[in-house]
């Protein structure tokens, strides 16, 4: 029996008479970690560049014809052309912009989805198919001869002329390239608040959960930079996509009117209107002027809606600052009409409200951030002021919140007078006139309000039609009319018990009837908003109706079923919380009357949550997927 | 020269200070690309390379040229080759993802033993070669050699699949083993084996290109062979592209004909088309006449199969069938390619001899655009057909031949008799003679049955039938693997070197650079190993590497129809990348070697 000699010339090491067996195996091993390629065939593949040219692309032969000469003239900008004839759905753009780009694990910046064309498969059936004269199929042949047709869309970042990633932006990590039109996002800049997320209709950024912001693509920016062509373009074996400059519509008002008029203009099937944003992508099919591909297709992802983001440090936040205000609000009414009567108001009824505000306030402000993959960068949130109304949001609730701190200092240092030094409070006196609580109290209301109005308009301004003026004014207005009562019902109770000054308790009381009625009816319009179809819905893109559809997912059965809890046990402790108010029976009343805050607050969260998690948005068309196991399902339901 | 499309000379705009807006920072430099030498073009750090080096993927028969991104001796990222011919600079993702699967969580690292409580449980290699010999030498023993069998794969190199046969067969005293791609082209095999004397498909991907008709018939290179139907695409004739598929896939979407026929009435449409070319006068006469025999009792035979009715009865009308018989009578340069659709079907070989036929009458074969051209899927399914020694003898020899044995044995300088003398058992045979009995260890390479061949649940209670199973495998937890009494753990592409013979009949090159996870080794190297525990090393004391073996298969094809003595080693294949062996029909004469440098 003979051993089998090391091969390799770079193995020399001789296999021992004795031990033969232990060698072979241990030289083998070896060999398989020696790596070959290098010495054995690079010397010719270098020699294959020289370095004269070694920077030199070698791949530029094949896109060289794929990208315009020049850059972009005045009113004009890259944009992607796609030549759908040419996508056979081979995804190798996908991967390579994963890969040249040296992306996150499942991170690419292009995604394909796939249409279908021509009657659902189920309809198809021999006597259709037997009934069919099928004349010369062409291109574009839409169900003459009974056949389902597939189109593959391949899509990445449209280079809007008007981001709405970028006017949401609060931090002003996005800038549009004056020459090339790209839509760049400055990864050090973003505070992680995803509301781009929201704002691009295309699902473009995308969030990584390990950097804590978004990324997208920006058209190979580099890459464009030297003449290359982006990656997706380098790699499409078919030559699909290539660089082309176009003219901005925004050059001229009559050509943006035009483009922003039409309300029914999509880039592709289930896309958003173009008119939002202005995508600059252009679909090219042949033999199809009407752009039938668009209007007849449809996405094989169609009506698989799945539940999104809960996004609760926001739920949480709305809530919090609606209530805060809504308190505000309606004790400086009371107070207004309390002063107005003659009365004399003890301090500690304003302190007590104002402090109550402010601590729902500020709480719902310190969760907010939990929502931010980047919180330390956040102090840059005055950047967006000029577009974006989360910007708007976070500078206006600073301030409301400032107001109220201000008004509970002035109110509390003439309490503290003997404990604070003389120059304290010599200056205070000095400086500091005695309707100033009061005027801050009121100023803090327009502030406020304003504050609130933003907060609405962040996700009005999105064009989700679930999340449209009318239904988002509606359930966040309705929470600041009946947590707002509530809320200043439960201090006006505790600064009763606190201050010498009697609260007729028929006020309370009335406060609390009323704080009831309005939650029964925010409930009744927020059924009737997420359940029952309403013909005032102006619902053209049947999107709202899939909302409804997607709130009967099991996910959501139990948010549903403890909203409605919520809602009557807080009701029961409002009945509570009055009558022991009525009977005089001490902390008892506050006490009760508070927690029936606190529980008609996490109705009112979990509202805000199946505000977020039932949202339905077009998007651009996606695969097929697998139905989510059930235990993927309760996944979701728990994570809410 | 590179020319900056980003800037224009009039526009200066204004940018808020770095302070309030970072545009620069760690997170933007993470996603930086540098100007990367040797022609990359812009390359992300990831990527960045020393030297590159091109090697064929390992995925599909397609076989693309891949450039791999060497950083300290070892792939660090690949992009497509600018230069091989086969695939343009382009890729599909599963190239451009070929390096991943190395990385998979479940490769195999140390040989994995059964234990008497039925647990895997890592053993030395040595332990592992020394019960491989053992357990199979007793079922040898005990049963005869033909109790012992080898199912063998189209994804390991050439050199690797006939040493595997050799030992096997030569050493083991095996008589039967069989491929996994029994399961996919079986079918085209034999239909080129009974229409042309010898099998491989007889083309090149030029030919996508210079045809003026194209016909695929089940086949959808759009999704399946995404670079052949780039090939498709750089067609500048213009072509004609029939499409015979029930189903508007993406490559029937792209067709000027699509003849979307009931399932299973191929082989009848075939010979009504077939019919409908010879009554329309499309045959050429003089081909038929010098290179064709029985060409009468096939035109008898498709007499019966009329043009309207078959249309009607495979759910196509009329009209359409007598337009796609004139196109591909009037064609100049008209291919025919099949794929899976044809192949895996219960008259495969009949549906793939009536498209060779079509080829044949119209004289559309041995001229540029031309052909009947099965598709292949596996990356070395090719070389399988070839190099396995499964069913044939090395080289696309007949085991029952005396003539062949004897020169085998005389190449391979081993003794006459240790060449068996009958063919082997196929796949099936092989899996029913487990449910017999007549086979009781068996030897299970790059393949997972369980996975793959039908009726799962037969299958498998057949394998735990098995008194000794052995998987060698990349990864530890196939479906097969769950019944083996023994896993000896494989290198992988990327891992080894050796050669692949892709579609059109390319040899191309595979590179070692990537180190093995743990204790696995290359298919070659475990045979070695085994030939030697088994003590039949003497016998193969020439395959030494990979590059020995190359010289050996040479020296088997000479003067075959699949002669590639040609080429000189495998740098000569990684210098011109475009080294092909040229396939001849029976009877037309020279076997020659094709080369030229792209």
Redesign the interface.
């Known amino acids: 029996?003979?051993?089998?000699?090391p091969?390799?010339s770079s193995t020399h090491r001789a296999t021992s008479a004795g031990d033969a067996?232990?060698d072979?195996?241990e030289i083998?091993?070896q060999?398989?970690?020696?790596?070959?390629?290098?010495e054995?065939?690079?010397e010719?593949?270098?020699r294959?560049?020289p370095t004269a040219?070694?920077?030199?692309?070698?791949?530029?032969?094949?896109y060289e014809k794929l990208?315009?000469?020049?850059?972009?003239?005045?009113n004009q900008q890259?944009a992607f052309h796609v030549d759908l004839?040419?996508c056979?759905?081979?995804?190798?753009c996908?991967?390579?912009c994963h890969?040249?780009?040296?992306?996150e694990e499942h991170e690419s910046w292009r995604r394909v989805g796939t249409v279908n064309l021509?009657p659902a498969l189920d309809q198809m059936t021999?006597s259709v198919?037997?009934s069919?004269?099928?004349p010369?199929?062409?291109?574009l042949v839409l169900d003459d001869?009974g056949?389902?047709?597939?189109?593959?869309v391949t899509t990445a970042c449209h280079h809007c002329e008007d981001p709405g990633c970028l006017n949401g932006c609060p931090v002003?990590?996005y800038?549009k390239?004056?020459?090339?039109g790209?839509v760049r996002h400055?990864?050090?800049?973003?505070i992680g608040c995803k509301y781009c997320t929201m704002m691009c209709p295309y699902e473009v950024p995308q969030y990584s959960k390990r950097?804590g912001?978004v990324?997208k693509c920006d058209m190979?920016?580099?890459?464009?930079?030297?003449?290359?062509a982006p990656a997706c373009v380098?790699?499409?074996?078919?030559?699909a996509i290539k660089i082309e400059i176009v003219d901005r519509v925004t050059a001229n008002t009559e050509s943006e009117s035009l483009a922003r008029g039409n309300a029914n203009r999509r880039i592709a099937p289930g896309a958003a209107p173009s008119s939002i944003t202005l995508p600059t992508t252009r679909y090219i099919k042949e033999n199809d002027a009407e752009g039938r591909w668009v209007s007849d297709a449809i996405p094989q992802d169609a009506g698989q809606d799945e539940p999104a983001e809960s996004h609760w440090p926001l739920a949480a936040l709305l809530v919090a600052t609606q209530c805060s205000v809504g308190m505000v609000i309606v004790s400086a009414m009371l107070s207004l009409a309390w002063l107005a009567t003659g009365s004399v108001l003890s301090p500690t009824i304003p302190l007590t409200v104002l402090t109550t505000a402010f601590l729902i306030a500020v709480a719902g402000l310190n969760l907010a951030p939990l929502h931010l993959g980047q919180p330390l960068?956040m102090w840059?949130v005055f950047?967006g002021l000029r577009t974006s109304w989360l910007s708007r949001e976070a500078v206006i609730l600073g301030k409301y919140v400032g107001a109220i701190a201000a008004a509970i200092g002035i109110l509390v240092i003439p309490m503290l007078r003997e404990w604070l030094p003389q120059m304290v409070t010599d200056t205070f006196d000095d400086w500091v006139p005695g309707w100033a609580a009061m005027a801050l109290l009121l100023g803090s209301i327009p502030l406020g309000l304003a504050g609130l109005y933003s907060s609405a308009m962040i996700y009005i301004a999105t064009h989700r039609p679930a999340w449209n003026f009318r239904r988002t004014m509606q359930l966040f207005g309705g929470t600041v009319l009946c947590t707002g009562t509530c809320a200043a019902a439960a201090a006006l109770s505790l600064a009763s018990c606190l201050s010498a000054t009697l609260i007729p308790k028929t006020l309370i009381v009335a406060m609390c009837i009323l704080s009831s009625l309005l939650l029964a009816g925010k409930y009744w319009i927020e059924q009737r908003l997420m359940f029952h179809p309403t013909a005032s819905d102006d619902d053209d893109t049947g999107l709202i109706q899939r909302t409804r559809a997607l709130l009967t997912h099991e996910s959501f059965r139990s948010p549903i079923a403890l909203r409605r809890l919520a809602m009557l046990f807080a009701v029961a402790l409002m009945v509570g919380g009055s009558i022991a108010c009525a009977i005089g029976a001490a902390l008892i009343g506050p006490i009760v009357l508070m927690a029936a805050t606190i529980v008609m607050l996490l109705g009112e969260f979990l509202e805000r949550v199946l505000y977020f998690q039932s949202v339905v948005y077009a998007r651009m068309p996606g695969v097929l997927r697998p139905r989510p196991t059930s235990s993927q399902t309760e996944a979701m339901g728990t994570s809410a | 020269m590179s020319t900056d499309l980003t800037r224009r000379e009039d526009t200066t705009a204004f940018q808020l200070p770095q302070i309030l807006q970072a545009r620069d920072g760690k997170m933007t430099r993470s996603l930086l690309l540098h100007p990367g030498e040797h022609g990359l073009g812009m390359t992300h750090a990831s990527m960045s390379a020393d030297t590159t080096t091109t090697a064929t993927c390992g995925f599909c028969s397609t076989g693309c040229g891949l450039r791999l991104h060497i950083r300290d001796e070892q792939a660090v990222g690949l992009t497509p080759e600018t230069h091989y011919p086969v695939n343009l600079g382009m890729a599909c993702p599963k190239g451009w993802e070929a390096l991943r699967v190395l990385e998979a969580e479940n490769r195999a690292t140390r040989p994995l033993l059964r234990d008497d409580n039925g647990t895997m449980r890592p053993v030395e290699w040595h332990d592992a070669l020394e019960t491989f010999c053992q357990r199979f030498r007793a079922v040898s023993e005990e049963h005869g050699p033909d109790s012992i069998a080898f199912i063998s794969t189209g994804q390991i190199a050439c050199e690797e699949m006939a040493l595997l046969g050799a030992i096997a067969k030569f050493g083991m005293g095996m008589v039967h083993g069989d491929g996994n791609t029994r399961q996919c082209m079986a079918t085209a095999v034999t239909a080129y084996k009974q229409s042309f004397g010898f099998d491989a498909p007889p083309y090149t991907y030029d030919d996508f290109e210079q045809s003026d008709v194209l016909v695929f018939v089940g086949a959808n290179p759009c999704i399946a062979h995404p670079i052949m139907w780039e090939r498709v695409l750089k067609n500048k004739q213009q072509p004609e592209i029939i499409v015979v598929d029930p189903r508007r896939t993406e490559t029937a979407m792209a067709a000027t004909e699509h003849l979307g026929l009931r399932p299973k009435s191929d082989l009848p449409l075939l010979y009504a088309i077939t019919h409908g070319l010879i009554r329309r006068g499309h045959v050429d006469e003089s081909f038929v006449q010098q290179h064709t025999d029985g060409f009468a009792a096939m035109r008898d035979h498709v007499a019966t199969f009329d043009v309207d009715e078959t249309a009607r009865d495979s759910g196509i009308d009329p009209r359409q069938l007598h337009r796609v018989i004139d196109k591909i009578g009037r064609g100049s340069a008209v291919s025919l390619w099949w794929t899976m659709g044809v192949n895996q079907s219960y008259e495969g070989t009949r549906v793939a001899q009536a498209i060779i036929n079509i080829a044949l009458i119209t004289g559309n074969i041995g001229r540029p655009g031309t052909g009947a051209n099965s598709i292949t899927g596996q990356c070395n399914a090719m070389g399988s057909r070839l190099w396995s020694n499964t069913t044939n003898l090395l080289g696309h020899r007949r085991f029952e031949s005396a003539e062949d044995r004897q020169q085998v044995a005389d190449i391979l300088g081993i003794p006459v008799e240790r060449i068996p003398d009958r063919p082997s058992w196929s796949y099936d045979k092989i899996i029913d003679g487990i449910e017999t009995g007549e086979i009781r260890g068996l030897w299970v390479i790059a393949t997972n049955p369980v996975h793959s061949w039908i009726q799962k649940n037969r299958l498998e209670g057949l394998l735990d039938k098995l008194e000794f199973l052995v998987v060698q495998d990349m990864y530890h937890d196939t479906d097969t693997a769950a019944h083996a009494d023994l896993l000896l753990p494989a290198a992988g592409w990327g891992e080894k070197e050796g050669t692949f013979i892709n579609s059109e009949r390319r040899y191309g090159l595979l590179k070692r650079v990537r180190s093995a996870p743990g204790q696995a080794l290359a298919d070659f190297q475990i045979l070695r190993a085994i030939a030697h525990y088994w003590g039949c090393g003497d016998l193969f004391q020439s395959w030494t590497d990979p590059s020995a073996a190359f010289q050996i298969l040479k020296k088997l094809s000479a003067g075959r129809p699949c002669d590639m003595t040609g080429i000189d080693d495998y740098p000569h294949i990684d210098r011109a990348q475009d080294l092909k062996v040229r396939q001849c029909l029976a009877g037309c004469g020279t076997d020659t070697f094709q080369q030229s440098i792209a």
Do not use: W
């Open positions: 029996m003979s051993t089998i000699s091969s390799t067996e232990f072979l195996m083998l091993l060999q398989q970690q020696q790596m070959t390629a290098v054995h065939f690079s010719f593949h270098d294959h560049h040219d070694q920077f030199s692309p070698d791949q530029k032969r094949y990208l315009p000469a020049t850059a972009p003239g005045p890259f004839d040419a056979s759905g081979c995804k190798s996908v991967v390579a890969t040249l780009n040296g992306l021509g021999d198919r037997e069919s004269t099928a010369a199929p062409n291109y001869d056949l389902a047709m597939v189109q593959h002003a990590a800038s390239d004056p020459v090339t790209i400055h990864d050090d800049q973003c950097l912001i990324r190979c920016h580099n890459r464009l930079a030297v003449g290359e380098q790699s499409c074996p078919n030559e960068r840059r950047l």
